[in-house]
Nanobody, 119 residues
Framework: QVQVVESGGGLVHPGGSLRLSCAAS????????MGWYRQAPGKQRELVAI???????RYADSVKGRFTISRDNAKNTVYLQMNSLKPEDTAVYYC?????????????WGQGTQVTVSS
């Protein structure tokens, strides 16, 4: 059984910062890319940032220069440092992990963590 668990969401004022964490655990043999997606009310889920096993990163244009994704391969954990937060960053943030589990490669999602940016 595999678990993908996010933490670190909350309420923050505009201009503030938050750090999200996501840990994958279970019978995992390989961790490929890990990433963060978000879904605001009434909108489709969108990619925020992704990081490969080799450390290459890609960001949505809307968060470039403000968000930083990183990972700790030893802990199967990915982080999202979010600075200069804006009200439009308000959403449920989901972690996605591309994993090989018992010889089968598949994508796994966390349960989501709410980020609210409001004064």
């Amino acid at each position: 059984q595999v678990q993908v668990v996010e933490s670190g969401g909350g309420l923050v004022h505009p201009g503030g910062s938050l750090r999200l964490s996501c840990a994958a655990s279970g019978d995992i043999s390989i961790v490929y890319a890990m990433g963060w997606y978000r879904q605001a009310p009434g909108k489709q889920r969108e990619l925020v940032a992704i990081i490969t096993s080799g450390g290459s990163t890609r960001y949505a244009d809307s968060v470039k220069g403000r968000f930083t994704i990183s990972r700790d391969n030893a802990k199967n954990t990915v982080y999202l440092q979010m600075n200069s937060l804006k009200p439009e960053d308000t959403a449920v943030y989901y972690c996605n992990a591309d994993l090989k589990v018992q010889r089968i490669r598949d994508e796994y999602w966390g349960q989501g963590t709410q980020v609210t940016v409001s004064s």
